[in-house]
C-alpha cells in the first residue's frame, strides 16, 4: 500500500459579532475546545463585544457527532475538532493555513487577541509559532501548550500571555503536565495567571476583567 496526499481547497466558516467601527481597534479571535460549535462558543464573549471590538470564532475543521449512551447519529450533537493524533502534521499545516486566511479577512486591527480554549489552546499555540499573523496577546484558558512548541515562539508577543484556569477544573492534572509558567518564564517571559472559582469551563467575570483591563499584566521581562 501506497500512500499518496494532495492540497484541496475547502470550506469553513466563522462566526462574528461585534465591531463596526473604522478603524478597528481590537480583533479578539477566539478558538473552541474539543466537541464544540464556534455558534455556541462566540456566545460566551457577548459581555465584551462593542462597536470598537470584533469577536471572531473560526470553527474547526473536522466535524464529528459527539454520541452519548444509548443515542443515535440521527439526533445526536455535532461537535467539532482541531485535530486528532491521526495524520497530525497534515491537520496542523491545514489550521494553520486556515487561521492565517480568517485573519487576512478580520484579523487587522490595532490590537489582536487570540483566546484558546481546553483544545484550542493549542492550536492557537501552534498558529502563533507557526503562523503568518500577527498576534499581539494569547490568552490560554484551560488547556496545554503543547509540548512541541517552543516557547520562545510567543517572545514576539507585543503584550504577552494571560493563562486562565478553574479552581475546580476537572482536567487540572493534564493541564499541569504542561508546565506553561515554568517554560515560559525559562525563556524570559513572565505570564499573568488568573485564577476562578470554577470547573473546565469559560467564566465571564474573569473574561470582563481580562477585556476591561487597559493594559495586561503579561509583559516580556527584561
Not at 489582536?112 to 492557537?124: E, I, P
Amino acid at each position: 500500500m501506497q500512500e499518496h496526499r494532495i492540497v484541496t481547497t475547502r470550506r469553513a466558516r466563522y462566526y462574528t459579532i461585534g465591531g463596526g467601527e473604522q478603524p478597528l481597534a481590537e480583533s479578539w479571535i477566539v478558538l473552541h475546545g474539543l466537541g464544540q460549535l464556534a455558534s455556541a462558543f462566540i456566545t460566551y464573549f457577548q459581555s465584551i463585544e462593542s462597536p470598537s471590538r470584533l469577536i471572531v470564532a473560526p470553527e474547526a475543521l473536522s466535524r464529528h457527532y459527539v454520541m452519548e449512551q444509548g443515542s443515535r447519529s440521527s439526533d445526536a450533537k455535532v461537535g467539532a475538532t482541531w485535530m486528532t493524533r491521526q495524520d497530525r502534521e497534515a491537520e496542523i499545516a491545514d489550521y494553520v493555513d486556515y487561521l492565517d486566511a480568517v485573519w487576512r479577512e478580520v484579523g487587522g486591527a490595532s490590537r489582536v487577541t487570540v483566546l484558546g480554549f481546553s483544545q484550542g489552546v493549542a492550536t492557537a499555540a501552534r498558529w502563533i509559532a507557526m503562523g503568518k499573523s500577527r498576534v499581539d496577546r494569547f490568552i490560554a484558558w484551560a488547556g496545554q501548550i503543547p509540548d512541541d512548541v517552543d516557547p520562545s515562539a510567543f517572545t514576539k508577543l507585543s503584550e504577552g500571555i494571560t493563562i486562565v484556569s478553574g479552581s475546580k477544573d476537572e482536567f487540572a492534572s493534564w493541564i499541569d503536565e504542561g508546565d506553561h509558567k515554568g517554560r515560559l518564564e525559562a525563556v524570559g517571559i513572565k505570564p499573568e495567571v488568573l485564577t476562578f472559582d470554577g470547573g473546565h469551563r469559560m467564566d465571564r467575570l474573569t473574561l470582563d476583567a481580562i477585556a476591561s483591563a487597559a493594559t495586561p499584566a503579561s509583559r516580556k521581562t527584561p
